[in-house]
């Protein structure tokens, strides 16, 4: 079984930034895609981004293109995700995912991963 554990959510202003964490543990962490989703009250859990599993290939939703940076240090079992120029419709709940494998790549689809911390708020006000 896999815990993913994230944080660094929280209530900022509009242009501020924010740096998410999401640690793992319970398998080797170097073997597993990770992802980051999130999910806005009344609306579906959507994609943010992923990487692989070396770190050398990432993915973004057109969204958060330009603004976010997802990154990953194998030897702390962490994912990151760096948040720049923030806006309100930023403001959701940031999900850490774990899983995947290399016949899907980095993929922006849910169902790929596995595994999924509790999630982190992030707020942004205008």
């Known amino acids: 079984q896999v815990q993913l554990v994230e944080s660094g959510g929280g209530l900022v202003q509009a242009g501020d930034s924010l740096r998410l964490s999401c640690i793992a543990s319970?398998?080797?962490?170097?073997?597993?895609?990770m992802g980051w989703f999130r999910q806005a009250p009344g609306k579906e859990r959507e994609f943010v981004t992923a990487i692989n599993r070396s770190g050398g290939t990432t993915r973004y939703a057109d969204s958060v293109k330009g603004r976010f940076t997802i990154s990953r240090d194998n030897a702390k079992n962490t994912v990151y995700l760096q948040m720049n120029e923030l806006k309100p419709e930023d403001t959701a709940v940031y999900y850490c995912?774990?899983?995947?494998?290399?016949?899907?790549?980095?993929?922006?689809?849910?169902?790929?991963?596995?595994?999924w911390g509790q999630g982190t708020q992030v707020t942004v006000s205008s």
């Open positions: 319970g398998r080797t962490f170097s073997s597993m895609y």
């Open positions: 995912a774990a899983g995947g494998n290399s016949a899907v790549g980095v993929s922006p689809r849910d169902g790929v991963y596995a595994y």
